[in-house]
């Protein structure tokens, strides 16, 4: 409860930025639909159609903060599921370590004290996302399955009980995030090699039952937005259809790829400052050698480390890591945030790397200088103000005045029934109250996130010349017909971004400036005469 306070308090205490990831205000945006009785629905887009690709899960968690007051005023009600559930994912990581692998009490606490410290996790207390959720969620089924209803030594009531709570557990990891899957299927097919026939069944069937009536709902509600899910810019909010790989040859591209680019967020959550590993992985020089060592080290690591997990026994948890991270490297996406949920595990895989290298007091020295990091890092989160917010996936701080007065120019100058499209779409919806569409939809993934020109020297990590050479020629196509269809009265640009900074060399014509922020990194231009819709 302590830690959860804590985090709590750095939540509501962070700079307002919902809507920075766009997932984060879509959440917000459809809880406040469900609150408000209209269905589980995206209020922020024109003709509110019905929310088909999140599960729904996590907005309800929400919904009930819109009932004791409006946003954004109920924004510290909004963080509260993240902070309890941050603590909950470290909480329930020391008793696996503890109960499951035998760690002795001492490692384990200053293990999870070093994992509570994360700076992956100190940044996402302040942010309405589903990962910490959906992490506590995971570790809890793990806990139950591993510790008590897989293991032959406990009585049967005790492993009844168990069950119930581990299939309680499952049914709601796989209700906040897609990804859950992974943890059902894992879960049941340790059962099975077991020979536990009576616990797979107890595991996974009300998981099974979950996922079918969301399925359900989700078939029914696809349907009735049929007529918009082909919109163009709104299509892609709707489903995943354009992330599915067209052959072989994608998923092998893009699995090489994330293969790198997950070594490089082992050295995120390392406290690898964003600014100096963009900097090392653009330019050549000592610090790249350095990043990749790092990196490297770090992943080689953290494999010896659950490879030694598995000495005792195959668990739950084994089988749910190979499956997680295989369809993790096989998305058309950057793998970092899918490896949040994991945060503790990593540190701790990583400092049992360390032990299994015989040094005795290897892990001892490496979690120090791990503490050293992340209170650098930590500091920086805690002093972000309106002026420098720091994010740690961008080099540079973020002003977030300029945000505050696109806002206040949105509410004053554009109608209720008018459409803007921008960055942050959502995010604009919750403050101003105006429906709009994001800036350009990613509806070519593998074009776009996956070029084939990446560099390795690079970590597969930046964007490449012919992911921005498609989105030009993407734009120049459809750029035109899209807007009109979607009747865009306004757009916003910002100076960070691949879509804004590739909008800003083929303007749809029509358009011009109309309001630009004091420091200038955000611009709105207007239709200078709105089509009748």
Same mark, same amino acid.
């Given at each position: 409860m ?6 709590f ?14 997932d ?15 269905g589980?629905?995206h ?7 019905y ?6 899960? &996590? ?6 903060a ?5 946003y954004p ?8 599921p ?5 603590a909950?994912l470290v909480?329930l ?9 035998g760690a002795?009490r001492? &490692? ?36 139950c399955v ?11 009531s ?7 709570g ?11 995030r ?17 020979? @536990?026939?009576?616990?797979?069944v107890g595991?996974?069937?009300?998981a ?9 709902? /989700?078939g029914?509600?696809g ?7 082909d919109?163009f810019?709104a ?16 998923v092998?591209?893009?699995g ?37 060592v790092?990196? &490297? ?10 490879a ?11 089988v ?26 990593v ?5 049992e790397g ?9 892990p ?18 805690l ?11 961008l ?12 806002? @206040? ?8 029934s /008018? ?7 959502a995010?604009?919806?919750l403050?101003?109250?105006? @429906?709009?569409?994001?800036l ?5 993934p ?6 084939s020109?990446?560099?390795?020297? /690079?970590?597969?990590a930046?964007h490449?010349p ?8 993407d734009?120049? /196509?459809?750029?035109?017909?899209a807007?009109?269809q ?18 800003a ?10 309001? @630009? ?17």
């Amino acid at each position: 409860m302590g830690l959860a306070l804590v985090y709590f308090g750095i939540a509501v205490t962070a700079p307002r930025v919902v809507g920075l990831w766009q997932d984060d205000a879509i959440y917000v945006a459809t809880a406040k639909s469900l609150a408000q009785g209209t269905g589980y629905r995206h209020v922020e887009l024109p003709e509110a159609p019905y929310q088909t690709k999140y599960p729904v899960l &996590y907005p309800a968690l929400l919904a009930p903060a819109f009932w004791i007051a409006a946003y954004p005023r109920n924004l510290p009600l909004l963080l509260a599921p993240t902070a309890l559930a941050g603590a909950m994912l470290v909480g329930l990581s020391i008793l696996y370590w503890r109960r499951v692998w035998g760690a002795p009490r001492a &490692y384990a606490l200053w293990v999870g004290a070093l994992a509570a410290a994360s700076p992956v996790l100190i940044e996402f207390v302040r942010y309405t996302m589903s990962d910490l959720v959906y992490g506590a969620f995971a570790v809890a089924t793990l806990y139950c399955v591993d510790s008590v209803v897989l293991d032959d030594t406990q009585n049967a009531s005790r492993r009844r009980a168990a069950m119930v709570g581990a299939a309680a557990f499952l049914a709601l990891a796989v209700l906040t995030r897609s990804i859950g899957v992974t943890l059902l299927a894992g879960c049941v097919a340790v059962a099975l090699y077991r020979r @536990q026939v009576w616990a797979a069944v107890g595991i996974g069937a009300p998981a099974l039952a979950a996922l079918a009536g969301w399925w359900g709902w /989700q078939g029914a509600a696809g349907r009735a937005n049929r007529s918009i899910g082909d919109a163009f810019l709104a299509g892609p909010e709707l489903g995943y259809a354009m992330w599915l790989p067209s052959g072989v040859g994608d998923v092998l591209r893009v699995g090489g790829q994330n293969l790198f680019r997950s070594t490089e967020v082992l050295g995120d959550h390392l406290a690898l400052p964003a600014g100096l590993a963009s900097h090392a992985l653009t330019s050549a020089s000592a610090w790249t050698v350095c990043v990749h060592v790092l990196c &490297y080290a770090a992943a080689l690591l953290a494999l010896a480390g659950f490879a030694s997990t598995l000495r005792t026994r195959l668990r739950a948890v084994h089988v749910y890591a190979v499956l997680y991270g295989a369809l993790v490297l096989a998305w058309p996406f950057d793998p970092g945030r899918f490896l949040l949920p994991w945060a503790p595990f990593v540190l701790y895989f990583l400092l049992e790397g360390v032990r299994r290298l015989g040094w005795s007091r290897g892990p001892a020295v490496v979690a120090v200088v791990l503490a050293l990091a992340f209170a650098t890092e930590d500091l920086k989160i805690l002093a972000s103000d309106d002026e420098s917010y720091y994010l740690r996936e961008l080099p540079d701080e973020i002003d977030l005045r300029e945000r505050r007065q696109v806002e @206040q120019w949105i509410r004053e100058n554009v109608s209720g029934s /008018q459409v803007v499209a921008s960055p942050i779409p959502a995010g604009i919806y919750l403050e101003t109250g105006r @429906q709009g569409h994001f800036l350009w939809p990613d509806h070519d993934p593998y074009a776009l996130y996956a070029g084939s020109d990446r560099q390795w020297t /690079q970590l597969y990590a930046l964007h490449s010349p012919s992911e921005a050479l498609w989105l030009l020629a993407d734009m120049r /196509q459809h750029l035109e017909p899209a807007y009109a269809q979607a009747g865009i009265d306004y757009f916003v640009e910002n100076d960070y971004g691949i879509e804004a900074l590739i909008l800003a060399r083929t303007r749809p014509s029509g358009f011009s400036l109309a309001f @630009q922020s004091r420091g200038g990194s955000m611009r709105i231009y207007s239709r200078e005469s709105p089509p009748v819709r």
